[in-house]
């Protein structure tokens, strides 16, 4: 049986996705960012296998790296520590078996 693509996603029994391989590689892509032996644009272009993941959290990392670099200008990495820290969180998540939970709300103003 077909689930219903309409359903929301915890009205589905769907299992969680840990696609171990796609998080190891991508561990690595970032790391290798952050010890700057990689640019910005390699890494851009090393992501783009990650975007369509089954894995959700892989997903979500690939999309959370993006915001830290810049793809127009090819540069080493330039990170604040904040955002240094945050990358160290995102590289914990992929190597654990965990998953993370996106919620998204969308809010329409009239004014």
């Known amino acids: 049986m077909n689930p219903n693509p309409y359903d929301s996603p915890t009205a589905r029994n ?6 171990r391989a796609a998080r190891d590689t991508l561990a690595t892509t970032i790391r290798q960012f952050l010890d700057e032996q990689t640019s ?3 890494l851009d272009e090393a992501l783009d296998e990650f975007r369509n993941s089954s894995d959700p959290t892989v997903r979500f990392v690939t999309q959370a790296v993006w915001y830290h670099y810049d793809d127009c200008d090819d540069h080493m990495v330039a990170l604040s520590k904040p955002e240094w ?3 160290q969180r995102l590289l914990l998540l992929l ?3 965990r ?3 996106v919620t998204s709300i969308r ?5």
Do not use: K, L, P
């Open 99 to 101: 998953q993370i939970t």
């Open 85 to 87: 820290d945050y990358f």
């Open 107 to 111: 809010r329409w103003s009239w004014t």
């Open 95 to 97: 190597e654990s078996d």
């Open 14 to 19: 769907v299992e969680d996705v840990v696609d």
């Open 40 to 42: 910005a644009f390699t």
